[in-house]
Structure formats: structure tokens, C-alpha cells
């Protein structure tokens, strides 16, 4: 399904999908609202997460903490249909648009996105962590409804 990498024009000018995945056999991906542009998520695909999402037209993702794949939405029904599937210049990082399905969220703590907290940049007195202000207020969902009363293992 993908092309061997072969020359740098190939990889950068070329049109054969020849992503290039790390060390542990993982490459990087964000997430975006197709409509909005929003950033829902960063995660990792491995090979065969990269080959399903291909095929299915909804995201797969590889669970580092699980080492296994994560077919987004398989247990709480908020599937992300990837509108369209991009790849950097070198092809070593993905960027998915999608829609997201369900309840319209992403996080498994039951916010909209993943990056619901802002972190204060500039000078501060160090002897105290930053303060991370949260962006957005209201869950979309209780994961305790949606995933049980299990801790989930991306959380430490």
C-alpha cells in the first residue's frame, strides 16, 4: 500500500504515498474540525492504523499507552470521518480533517478537543508551576457514562 521511500524528490515532489514512520514504527497525527478548522487531537498511527484509515474513511489511530489500535469512536460512538487525509512534505506527520460523529467530541474526558486547557506564556515566578487556564467550560459528555468507571490508561 505504500511506496518504498527511494530519493528525496520522490518523498517531496512526488505523488506515491511513502510515509516515513519513526523508530517504534509510529507516525505523528493532528486532527482538525473539517468545518471549523478547530484542533480536536494529536496522536500516533502506526502502518497498519494508517492502512485501516485509508480503507475505512474513519480514523484509526495506535494507542501507545495500550499498544494497540484505536479505532476512534468504536466504544463511544463519536467516529471521526476523515474528510480528507494529508501528509507534510517529508511524509513524516499526517493531518486529518474530519467530522466527528456522536456527541461531536473528540476527548475522552468529555470535552469537544483534547486541548481544552491554555498554559500562560511570558515571565512568572518559578518557585510555582504554571496555572493552566481552562478554554473550554462544559463537557460535551460524562466519560463515566460512556467509558464506565475505569481510569483510563492515556490519563497517567
Known amino acids: 500500500m505504500f511506496a518504498e521511500r527511494r530519493s528525496i524528490e520522490q518523498v517531496e515532489e ?5 510515509p516515513k514512520f519513526d523508530a517504534q514504527g509510529l507516525i505523528p497525527v ?3 474540525d473539517f468545518h471549523s478548522g478547530e484542533l480536536l487531537m494529536h496522536g500516533y498511527m502506526n502502518a497498519e492504523a494508517l492502512r485501516r484509515t485509508l480503507e475505512l474513511g474513519e480514523a484509526v489511530y495506535f494507542s501507545r499507552s495500550r499498544q494497540a489500535l484505536w479505532h476512534k469512536g468504536a466504544t463511544s460512538g463519536m467516529t471521526q470521518k476523515v474528510c480528507e487525509l494529508r501528509i507534510d512534505d517529508d511524509q ?3 493531518w486529518l480533517r474530519v467530522e466527528v460523529e456522536g456527541r461531536a467530541a473528540s476527548c475522552h474526558v468529555g470535552y469537544r478537543s483534547c486541548f481544552y486547557r491554555s498554559v500562560p506564556v511570558g515571565p512568572q515566578d518559578t518557585s510555582e508551576p504554571r496555572q493552566l487556564q481552562f478554554t473550554e ?9 460512556v467509558y464506565g468507571d475505569a481510569p483510563n490508561p492515556t490519563q497517567l
Not at 467550560?137 to 457514562?145: I, L, S, T
Open 14 to 18: 512526488g505523488c506515491e504515498l511513502a
Open 30 to 32: 493532528i486532527t482538525t
Open 92 to 94: 513524516d506527520a499526517v
Open 137 to 145: 467550560h462544559e463537557k460535551v459528555f460524562d466519560p463515566v457514562e
